[in-house]
């Protein structure tokens, strides 16, 4: 099986929803030590600002969020469910193992 590291999985992340509406694969490590996996997910973080912060505040609600895979996977109904998933506990993404050293 190929790798990819996980610096490289959030990038591709962010371009297969940037310019089109596509969706990917993942399988992640659960709180118990099982494996799960989601399929048609999608990418639902918001638009990043480059801005100057108005307040302390905002940087810790960035930080807070920081380290987290935020998206949204179609259910067997059509519903788009909402997840987050530490990077730290992801496994594979679209069929490459991920590398995380890097």
């Known amino acids: 099986m190929q ?7 959030r990038r591709q992340i ?3 929803t940037r310019f089109e509406d596509r969706t990917f694969s993942i399988t992640y490590r659960k709180k118990d ?3 799960g996996e989601k399929q048609n997910c999608r990418n639902r973080s918001g638009h ?5 912060k108005a307040d302390l505040l905002s940087v810790r609600r960035e930080n807070s969020r920081a380290g987290y895979l935020r998206f949204e996977f179609r259910d067997q109904g059509g519903r788009w469910l909402k997840r987050d998933v530490l990077l730290c506990l992801l496994v594979t993404f679209n069929g490459y193992l991920i590398d995380h050293r890097f």
């Open 3 to 9: 790798t990819i590291y996980v610096k490289d999985v």
């Open 14 to 16: 962010d371009l297969l």
């Open 33 to 35: 030590g099982s494996y």
């Open 48 to 52: 990043i600002q480059s801005g100057k």
